[in-house]
């Protein structure tokens, strides 16, 4: 695969780039603002298979399951920082979406040589977290040809997880051992090579649009409310208030009673507002519901409650 690496659109040389290392400062920029503008709707262009890969990840997240990103370099720093997201944002439990990136914990700020042309590396992370049939393993290489992502897929299907695959070249390797692949060419970066670029945008849209994606069919969100956050500090404890009071029409000092009752839970705290209920039978009503607010609300009104 490396003989072909040079023939990949990632390492392509971008149109004009002569003498960009004379240009001034505010040319460099537009230049850069340019080609960025081109990401999404390269990504635009992918959003059947996108919205494939979300039902993929809510199926497996309702039943059980986990989603894990692997990636190297770049791409598996992604993959770590939109699983890092998904607690503070959706409260949900570390280990229901994971990022592994090859060369472990360090490789997140120092590059690990070598790691990312290891299949068995791949191979070896997956079986270390335990991937099985309920789970959906995300491949990440703006290559589309990363070993250490192959072995990391190719490990994944023979433990009978699902699989997905995100690139910026097509066709790609990884495609080929992935049940969906997301395929987003961006074309030749402003720096030759240099994915961290257009391609690291661009995967980093992919993998928001699964994680939240994926979330709000979860019932994480109401309306455009998360709805699951962790008020774990001033900020969110305020933004709690707000979310509250939107949800429910409430005044801010009227939300901040409210959530004090639901001890701190916004989904509780609307329930109980939208149903006119105490907060042990709003809990009791998100249990039913699966955690999602809009099931509870109508089935508290349905059994007697008002608005």
């Known amino acids: 695969m490396l003989e072909n690496l040079g023939e990949l659109l990632t390492e392509g040389r971008n149109e004009h780039p002569e003498s960009l290392d004379t240009w001034s400062s505010l040319e460099i920029v537009k230049r850069m603002n340019r080609e960025d503008a081109l990401v999404a709707d390269a990504v635009s262009n992918r959003l059947e298979e996108i919205s494939q890969a979300v039902d993929l990840i809510t199926n497996a997240l309702d039943n059980g399951g986990r989603l894990l990103y692997f990636g190297a370099g770049t791409s598996g720093r992604l993959g770590v920082l939109d699983a890092s997201e998904c607690p503070p944002t959706f409260g949900t439990d570390p280990e229901l979406v994971q990022g592994v990136i090859a060369g472990g914990t360090e490789a997140l700020f120092t590059a690990i040589e070598g790691a990312e042309d290891s299949e068995e590396g791949g191979e070896r992370d997956v079986c270390e977290r335990d991937v099985g049939a309920g789970d959906v393993v995300v491949g990440i290489a703006a290559s589309g040809r ?162």
């Open 146 to 307: 990363t070993p250490y992502v192959i072995g990391a897929l190719r490990a994944a299907r023979a433990a009978g997880a699902s699989t997905v695959a995100v690139a910026c070249n097509t066709p790609s390797e990884i495609g080929r051992h992935a049940d969906i692949a997301i395929e987003v060419p961006v074309g030749p970066e402003v720096v030759t090579g240099s994915t961290r670029l257009k391609a690291g945008t661009a995967q980093k849209l992919v993998l928001n649009m699964l994680t939240t994606g994926a979330m709000i069919r979860l019932g994480k969100v109401y309306d455009d409310l998360m709805v699951n956050l962790q008020a774990t500090n001033k900020k969110l404890q305020e933004r709690a208030k707000r979310i509250v009071a939107a949800a429910t029409g409430l005044t801010a000092e009227e939300a901040e009673h409210v959530l004090a009752a639901a001890e701190g839970d916004c989904k509780t705290a609307i329930v109980m507002q939208k149903c006119s209920i105490d907060a042990e039978s709003a809990r009791e009503l998100l249990v039913r519901s699966r955690g999602r607010v809009r099931a509870a609300v109508e089935a508290g009104l349905e059994g007697g409650g008002a608005e």
